[in-house]
């Protein structure tokens, strides 16, 4: 009887070792992208953002979407960035993004319809991203500020929508500087 008492200890062992690796397992998936919500307000402000030469002065509607590769805030954005694409582009709107420096990454295939700006002028200066800067069709800075406020983005709580609603139809929108609390990540040594 000595022996199935000990495969039955084994087993259980075994189990029971199984059963601790699955739990750690499911806890580092789950919270590898966790992050204390910070309640800290950030201040946006747009004064020195400029479009490059060949992309400024009238034209089209322009977006352009700031992010960082290492943030975990763009994950939140990326579907409604996605959605705006969708929806604007078609009514002439032009994507753009501008990728935090010295960084490396890519953006997903869904939003392949941003063309990549190299440098522009004043983002060094960004508080935060993920954020946006928006030009009306004169190349005025429109909008600069963040996608939304809170932990997440979504066209329910976006002030993207009804900035691009606005200079669709030809109202002019001075909102140049923001003061939110939501999911940023510091763009730079000075805004941490």
């Known amino acids: 009887m000595p022996l199935p008492r000990r495969k039955t200890i084994l087993a259980s062992l075994l189990a029971v070792v199984w059963l601790g690796a699955m739990l750690a397992a499911f806890w580092w ?26 992309l400024a002065g009238p034209g089209p509607i322009r977006l352009v ?58 983002a060094d200066r960004l508080p935060a991203s993920p954020a946006v800067g928006i030009w009306d069709a004169q190349g005025r800075l429109a909008y600069f500020g963040p996608y939304s406020e809170g932990a997440t983005c979504t066209s329910s709580n976006s002030f993207i929508e009804p900035i691009l609603e606005a200079l669709a139809q030809g109202r002019s929108v001075d909102a140049t500087h923001t003061l939110a609390v939501g999911c940023y990540c510091p763009w730079s040594d000075a805004a941490d």
Not at 73 to 99: K, S, T, W
Request: charged share 25%; with cysteine.
């Open 29 to 54: 998936y789950e919270a590898r992208f966790i992050r204390p919500f910070s309640e800290r307000t950030t201040l946006f402000a747009g004064d020195e953002l400029h479009l490059p030469d060949e």
């Open 65 to 122: 979407h700031f992010w960082d590769p290492a943030c975990p805030c763009n994950v939140g954005n990326q579907q409604h960035l996605a959605e705006l694409i969708e929806r604007y582009a078609p009514r002439g709107v032009a994507f753009y993004a501008v990728q935090k420096p010295g960084t490396r990454g890519r953006l997903p295939d869904v939003l392949a319809g941003l063309r990549p700006i190299a440098q522009l002028p004043g």
